[in-house]
């Protein structure tokens, strides 16, 4: 198992920076420079805040020139694969304990009345969307989500209730995107199979309470798998 997951971070991190390096070029603007040696640290500069548009939500200017000073010090492509292990190292940032945080924070019970849920879910994917470290989990858990597409929409998704997890049913879709989370660096077929059996998507799925998973679990993986 060890191997298997090494091997698949190999992988990964070898198509990232192939995705990066193939990328197309396109003019970003006039850097000028007092001297020629100020030419290196502006290109490197460079090429780090075009790999982190990618692998990021956006970066800061911190992480553009610690990068760059990497890629000065050791290469571009061995800079690359440095922040990507990195990344790979770092704890997942869930959201739905950040959700239940910040509605604790704010004096709100997670069952009573009288107050929006629905702006706690974005808050809670905002605040990891800019501030979490793990940004390369974000952005992978975001491409994720536009291939196994789930809706809020329907009955149950505004229970003031706890589910059999005591979590509010209204967090479910944020549950749903923790799993997501989980997975982002994992196995497609392990990942598709808890998108596949996971609430949200029976629910999306239009899978009544009566019905097993395994029944609709062809129609279900058709409907998620991506066009070929």
Same mark, same amino acid.
Request: charged share 20%; glycine share 8%.
């Given at each position: 198992?060890?191997?298997?997951?090494?091997?698949?971070?190999?992988?990964?991190?070898?198509?990232?920076?192939?995705?990066? %390096?193939?990328?197309?070029?396109?003019?970003?603007? #006039?850097?000028?420079?007092?001297?020629?040696?100020?030419?290196?640290?502006?290109?490197?500069?460079?090429?780090?805040?075009?790999?982190?548009?990618? #692998?990021?939500?956006?970066? #800061?200017?911190?992480?553009?020139?610690?990068?760059?000073?990497?890629?000065?010090?050791?290469?571009?492509?061995?800079?690359?694969?440095?922040?990507?292990?990195?990344?790979?190292? %770092?704890?997942?940032?869930?959201?739905?304990?950040?959700?239940?945080?910040?509605?604790?924070?704010?004096?709100?019970?997670? %069952?009573?009345?009288?107050?929006?849920?629905?702006?706690?879910?974005?808050?809670?994917?905002?605040?990891?969307?800019?501030?979490?470290? =793990?940004?390369?989990?974000?952005?992978?858990?975001?491409?994720?989500?536009?291939?196994?597409?789930?809706?809020?929409? @329907?009955?149950?998704?505004?229970?003031?209730?706890?589910?059999?997890? =005591?979590?509010?049913?209204?967090?479910?879709?944020?549950?749903?995107? =923790?799993?997501?989370? @989980?997975?982002?660096? @994992?196995?497609?077929?392990?990942?598709?199979?808890?998108?596949?059996?996971?609430?949200?998507?029976?629910?999306?799925?239009?899978?009544?309470?009566?019905?097993?998973?395994?029944?609709?679990?062809?129609? #279900?993986?058709?409907?998620?798998?991506?066009?070929?």
């Amino acid at each position: 198992m060890t191997i298997t997951i090494f091997q698949r971070r190999i992988g990964l991190t070898a198509f990232l920076i192939a995705v990066f %390096l193939v990328g197309g070029q396109a003019p970003a603007g #006039t850097f000028p420079a007092e001297s020629k040696n100020e030419i290196p640290l502006i290109q490197a500069k460079l090429e780090a805040a075009m790999f982190l548009s990618y #692998t990021s939500f956006g970066p #800061t200017i911190q992480a553009i020139d610690e990068l760059a000073a990497r890629i000065d010090e050791i290469g571009k492509s061995a800079a690359f694969e440095e922040w990507i292990d990195n990344q790979f190292a %770092l704890s997942p940032s869930f959201h739905q304990p950040l959700a239940k945080a910040m509605i604790s924070e704010d004096g709100y019970d997670f %069952l009573e009345s009288g107050f929006n849920y629905n702006r706690y879910k974005h808050f809670a994917w905002w605040h990891a969307a800019l501030s979490a470290p =793990d940004q390369l989990r974000q952005r992978m858990v975001w491409a994720l989500a536009q291939i196994f597409v789930v809706s809020d929409n @329907g009955a149950g998704f505004g229970s003031r209730r706890n589910d059999e997890s =005591d979590n509010p049913q209204y967090l479910g879709i944020v549950d749903y995107y =923790d799993m997501l989370v @989980g997975n982002a660096f @994992g196995n497609y077929r392990e990942c598709l199979a808890d998108v596949t059996f996971h609430p949200i998507m029976g629910s999306t799925s239009a899978m009544s309470e009566t019905e097993k998973p395994l029944r609709n679990r062809g129609a #279900t993986r058709m409907r998620i798998m991506p066009a070929r």
